[in-house]
C-alpha cells in the first residue's frame, strides 16, 4: 500500500518559515520524482516545485529563492524549505510521488497571516 504522509504545516506569520516533510512509503523513492503543489479555495492546484531522483530541482517563479525542495532517499522523505512566507502562499500543500504511477498526499495546510 502506497502511502504519502505530509506534516510541518500550520499558521505563521508573514516573513516567517515552515518545513514541510513527506515521507513515503509502498514505493521505491529513489525512482520517483518528488513534488510539492499547492492549492489555494477556489483556485487550481498548481506546482511549486520538484526534485528528480538525480536531485535536479525546478521551482514555480512565485517561490524561487525563498523556498527549497530537498529529499533525503535514506528516509524516503521530501522536503520543502519555505522562508520569507507571504498571504498569498496560504494553500493546501501537496506531495506528489511520479515514475510509472503517480500518488499523491492528503496535504497540509499552511496558513500565513499578514
Known amino acids: 500500500q502506497v502511502q504519502l504522509v505530509e506534516s510541518g504545516g500550520g499558521l505563521v506569520q508573514a516573513g516567517g518559515s515552515l518545513r514541510l516533510s513527506c515521507t513515503a512509503s509502498?514505493?521505491?523513492?529513489?525512482?520517483?520524482?518528488m513534488a510539492w503543489y499547492r492549492q489555494a479555495p477556489g483556485k487550481q492546484r498548481r506546482l511549486v516545485a520538484t526534485i528528480t531522483s538525480a536531485g535536479s530541482t525546478d521551482y514555480a517563479d512565485s517561490v524561487k529563492g525563498r523556498f527549497t525542495i530537498s529529499r533525503d532517499n535514506a528516509k524516503n522523505t521530501v522536503y520543502l524549505q519555505m522562508n520569507s512566507l507571504k498571504p498569498e502562499d496560504t494553500a493546501v500543500y501537496y506531495c506528489?510521488?511520479?515514475?510509472?504511477?503517480?500518488?499523491w498526499g492528503q496535504g497540509t495546510q499552511v496558513t500565513v497571516s499578514s
Open positions: 509502498g514505493i521505491i523513492f529513489t525512482r520517483n520524482t
Open positions: 506528489k510521488a511520479s515514475s510509472d504511477y503517480i500518488y
